[in-house]
């Protein structure tokens, strides 16, 4: 008897590993993000991991597929300003799908509304602009690029072949395999969540 418990014993780390080895849409810090249950309920939605370099496709929630993306030249915090070379962390929906200079663009809704109000709370946006965002989101628009808080934020592949394997970006999310936008490309469509995770 002895032996088995010491064989149970031995695979119970085993065990506590793969349990974790799973990608799951629950990340710590999930509430910095609101509810992301519409994240979770849409047939198709998006995470990406910005610490994991890593963006995730998700069928009503399950993670399927994944794959590795480069992100803005200075990738650690959200975007809070146009020219910070920041990737946004939240929340957002892709606005439009249009081919690019990098193969690809699905453009995101940044800044999204929680990004403005903040932004207009903190005097970093002008009531005007504020006005300007909102009004495009609340039409299904993508948000004007040429306000404080920067824009024109997208997932998209490089124009150089082989793709860059480092952060270099304005603040878009690169990835890794120009083959693979494409086919992402194919697959979204205007009003699929994103939540970008730290």
């Keep these: 008897m002895p032996w088995r418990v010491l ?8 065990l506590g590993a793969l349990s974790g080895c799973g990608l799951h849409l ?8 609101g509810d992301p249950t519409g994240v979770r309920d849409a047939p198709l939605a998006l995470a990406v ?18 794959f590795p993306v480069r992100l803005g030249r200075n990738p650690v915090g959200h975007k809070v300003r146009q020219g910070d070379k920041r990737t946004p ?3 957002y929906r892709v606005c439009n799908v249009k081919p690019s200079q990098y193969r690809s663009f699905l ?57 860059r394997r480092y952060d270099w970006t304005d603040g878009c999310i ?3 395999s120009n083959e693979d936008v494409l086919r992402l490309s194919a697959l979204v469509a205007p009003g699929t969540p994103v939540v970008i995770y730290p």
Excluded: M, Q, W
């Design 107 to 163: 453009g995101l809704s940044y800044p999204n509304n929680e990004d403005a109000h903040r932004a207009l709370a903190e005097n970093r946006l002008s009531a005007g602009e504020y006005g300007r965002i909102v009004a495009a989101l609340e039409t299904g628009r993508c948000p004007p690029a040429d306000t404080a808080l920067g824009g024109f934020v997208g997932i998209h592949g490089d124009r150089e072949d082989p793709p």
């Design 26 to 33: 629950s990340h710590a810090g999930d509430e910095a993000y």
């Design 89 to 91: 962390e939240g929340v």
């Design 174 to 176: 690169a990835l890794t």
């Design 49 to 66: 991991y910005k610490e994991r370099r890593e963006l995730v496709l998700l069928h009503h929630g399950v993670p399927g597929e994944s």
């Design 7 to 14: 064989s149970v014993l031995a695979v119970l780390p085993l």
